[in-house]
């Protein structure tokens, strides 16, 4: 059975490619400011790994909202960087392509603290599951750690920090700004884990 990831290059999409060794990643740039650096980490994990990078580039930034828009959040918005129907749109475009790879499982990188949108929620999952799957290909949609934190899943996962540090978290350009939501939980997230971010890092082009 072929697998594939969609795969964002931020920490727990890349925590789960190492976990998972999915066929494939898929990293979608959608019009986000920070496409570029998301690109560089979700290529740099799957070249380490030996995973087919696929990459798919669709411009919708006419239609976001909020910190990854570069403007300002809908008023239905429940966090500065919510973009609508993203979930519901980045998977609709990753089965597109993944149909055409013959894949039969698609993984999303949802985990517990995603819980706070609609979409990062199982009853999503499995209505975008029941959704994908009835029509041709029957592709499986399935969050594999969408009842772990962060934590749990770098810990699950393995991944060595090193690799982990490649994440691109940020959610307002290609160069970390170091204050918004994305930066804070990477910084949250190896302080809580006890990694040191003083270390030299391993460049992504490693």
């Known amino acids: 059975m072929k697998t594939a990831l969609l795969l964002s290059g931020g920490m727990d999409s890349m925590a789960i490619a190492w976990w998972k060794r999915p066929d494939f990643g898929i990293t979608i740039n959608y019009g986000q400011l920070p496409a570029d650096a998301e690109r560089d980490a979700a290529h740099a994990i799957c070249r380490h790994l030996g995973i087919e990078h696929v990459e798919i580039?669709?411009?919708?930034r006419s239609l976001g909202s909020g910190d990854m828009a570069g403007n300002q959040a809908s008023a239905h918005a429940?966090?500065?960087e919510w973009w609508p129907y993203r979930n519901q749109l980045l998977i609709t475009l990753a089965a597109m392509k993944a149909?055409?790879?013959?894949?039969q499982r698609l993984w999303i990188g949802s985990v517990s603290s995603d819980h706070s949108h609609c979409d990062g929620r199982q009853q999503f999952v499995d209505s975008i599951n029941h959704l994908v799957s009835m029509q041709e290909g029957a592709i499986i949609v399935e969050a594999p750690a969408i009842d772990l934190s962060t934590e749990e899943l770098i810990k699950v996962s393995g991944i060595p920090a090193d690799l982990l540090a490649w994440a691109h978290s940020c959610h307002k350009a290609s160069v970390a700004c170091g204050n918004c939501r994305g930066c804070n939980k990477y910084f949250n997230v190896f302080g809580s884990l006890g990694y040191d971010l003083d270390r030299p890092r391993q460049s992504v082009t490693a």
């Open 57 to 60: 580039s669709v411009d919708c």
């Open 78 to 80: 429940p966090q500065s």
């Open 99 to 103: 149909i055409s790879l013959s894949v």
